[in-house]
Nanobody
Framework: QVHVAESGGGLVHAGGSLRLPCAAS????????LGWYRQAPGKQREFVAI??????TGYGDPVKGGFTISRATKNISYLQMSSLKTEDTAVYYC????????WGQGTQVTVSS
């Protein structure tokens, strides 16, 4: 079992930056990737970024060039968000990929114009 917790959300003006930490606990040796998703009001959850144990990273098209995912350790990930836009407003979820996917509770990011 893996438990995931993200934090760092808040209110930021358009053009600003925010960094979201994610920490996984429990059976962390089974984790092979940490990722981020987001869900805006009235929309489906969408892929934001992923960082595998091998160091490979991937990003969703809406965030390419503006967001950066990093791994401090096997169980700690950060999502650095820069040049934020109002359309980046969403609940951001961290997830851990092990045999199965484990999700955090989400952290709200609100970008004001």
């Amino acid at each position: 079992q893996v438990h995931v917790a993200e934090s760092g959300g808040g209110l930021v003006h358009a053009g600003g930056s925010l960094r979201l930490p994610c920490a996984a606990s429990g059976c962390i040796l089974s984790i092979n990737a940490l990722g981020w998703y987001r869900q805006a009001p009235g929309k489906q959850r969408e892929f934001v970024a992923i960082h595998s144990d091998s160091g490979t990273t991937g990003y969703g098209d809406p965030v390419k060039g503006g967001f950066t995912i990093s791994r401090a350790t096997k169980n700690i990930s950060y999502l650095q968000m820069s040049s934020l836009k109002t359309e980046d407003t969403a609940v951001y979820y961290c997830n851990a990929w092990a045999p199965g996917a484990y999700w955090g509770q989400g952290t709200q990011v609100t970008v004001s114009s």
